[in-house]
């Protein structure tokens, strides 16, 4: 996909963005978010996590504005369309009080309403970030969501997305994925599966099987491997078939997910982990792969912009600041209490090392009335009912079963998982989604509780909110970072 060393990179008629708007969150870096950043001529990202319950969950909602639906009537087989809005549309909004209902959980082996669902929440999020313009539009995947992926991503090609992102793991068969599905082939990913021998099981998609045959062949999209290892980086790069096109070199101060500590496992007195030289990836050595790369974690200023592009980089990867804007996916509520915190200068991120189900580190902001709270996540029972962070195992008759660290412990001792595994764990399918205003509401009338993770680098938001107050626009944090002036001057 990049040009020859004789010109520029390219991505097709684009010039490569300086800066790339991280993908965050459930529906954090929403379509609207991410087609304010396009616009303005950078790279915006929608996250492609749980896009299908996001996709059912609106249409319980009674799709008040509508923009579903404007998005669905552009999805080239509507018959597929009509199954899903039969299935969930509420016209004009479920009951106050009413649950959600559930939509089907992944599995190696999807049924065709999972994949139809998520194929579907993955276009509409697509099309509609790159409605009214030309500008460049990614998808930001998770690779521990191994089962979700091949559908997704043909849903966001099927939209026309401009360039899928991975992190969380070795993106090694991506590559191959989107060069498959760009000619509607049938695909099949690897998914790692508890004691089986890997390669044995794979994710599959046959394009044809779902949607019929005849279909153009589709804009096979770039794809950047998120690393935090230099080594990652030159691994990736050295086989024809897990090169990448780029990459997104994340430091530990970026939010989210973060690469465990290289070091022995050291923790401060607030029972943070401690990140060291060694868990910053050599940027040099990034540079002589010879491939484009962004820095991301501590790069959303523009002061640390120019760092960046002094050390040879494209550009930089930016998401608090940018979670914080107008045009975020969090609630109105959330965005306005995380605002006040900043102006108060009382905002902090702490690095959970077990939250997450993944064993990943997971960034979590320190909010009154969230699960940062111990008393709030103490009160939560332990339930697993999305289970898009559940993995797969072999069961002793042979077969398939899934399990979870954040699940009831006694069902996930059956299954043959730890206790030490179980402890400190945390839904974050469930707050995720309570962020941007999709909590489920159970039958005894709780309301999930939501949890918001922002990069530990808070920087650049406490230096917007001086100059802006009451909040800034998308392309209000572009201007002050510089952006539009720079490219201008190129």
């Not at 360039?163 to 994925?177: E, Q």
């Amino acid at each position: 996909m990049t040009a020859t060393s004789a010109e520029p990179p390219r991505w097709g008629d684009h010039q490569l963005p300086t800066v790339i708007q991280g993908g965050m969150g459930v529906g954090v870096s929403s379509w609207r978010l991410a087609g304010a950043v396009a616009r303005a001529g950078q790279l915006g990202v929608v996250s492609g996590t749980a896009l299908d319950l996001v996709l059912a969950r609106r249409l319980q909602d009674g799709d008040p504005d509508r923009s579903v639906r404007r998005a669905l009537r552009a999805f080239p087989v509507p018959d597929v369309v009509a199954r899903v809005m039969d299935h969930y549309f509420v016209r004009g909004g479920r009951p106050p009080g009413t649950p959600y209902a559930a939509v089907p959980r992944m599995a190696v082996v999807q049924t065709r309403m999972a994949t139809e669902l998520a194929v579907l929440g993955n276009f509409v999020e697509v099309w509609l970030a790159k409605e009214g313009h030309d500008g460049l539009v990614g998808i930001n995947f998770l690779e521990k969501i191994q089962m979700a992926t091949p559908a997704a991503a043909y849903g966001a090609m099927l939209a026309g997305v401009d360039v899928v992102l991975m992190g969380a793991g070795i993106p090694r068969d991506i590559p191959g994925l989107l060069d498959g599905l760009a000619r509607h082939e049938a695909v099949h990913l690897p998914v790692d599966v508890a004691g089986a021998t890997p390669g044995t099981y794979t994710a599959d998609l046959d394009p044809a099987d779902l949607l019929g045959p005849g279909l153009a062949p589709l804009k096979r999209p770039a794809f950047l491997a998120i690393v935090s290892a230099d080594v990652l980086a030159s691994h990736l790069a050295r086989d024809e078939e897990s090169r990448p096109d780029g990459f997104v070199v994340e430091g530990p101060k970026a939010g989210g997910h973060n690469a465990p500590a290289r070091g022995k496992a050291v923790l401060d007195d607030l029972g943070q982990p401690v990140f060291g030289p060694r868990d910053d990836a050599d940027v040099a050595r990034v540079a002589a792969v010879g491939l484009p790369f962004w820095l991301a974690g501590a790069y959303g200023t523009p002061e640390g912009l120019a760092a960046a592009l002094d050390a040879g980089a494209t550009g930089v990867q930016v998401g608090t600041l940018f979670a914080l804007a107008d045009e975020t996916g969090l609630t109105d509520e959330l965005r306005t209490q995380l605002l006040g915190a900043l102006r108060a200068g009382t905002l902090e991120v702490r690095t959970d090392p077990l939250v997450s189900p993944t064993g990943f580190p997971f960034k979590v902001a320190q909010l009154a009335g969230t699960l940062s709270d111990p008393t709030i996540a103490a009160q939560r029972p332990r339930l697993c009912d999305l289970g898009f962070l559940r993995k797969p195992f072999v069961r002793p008759n042979g077969k398939l079963g899934y399990r979870c660290p954040a699940e009831p412990v006694a069902p996930h001792l059956r299954k043959g998982g730890t206790e030490e595994d179980t402890v400190g764990r945390g839904c974050l399918c469930n707050s995720l989604t309570a962020n941007i205003g999709l909590g489920q509401v159970r039958p005894d009338g709780a309301v999930e509780e939501p949890m918001i993770t922002l990069g530990s680098d808070l920087e650049g938001p406490r230096r917007m909110v001086e100059l802006h107050p009451e909040g800034w626009s998308a392309l209000q944090a572009l201007d002050w970072l510089g952006v539009r002036a720079l490219d201008a001057a190129r």
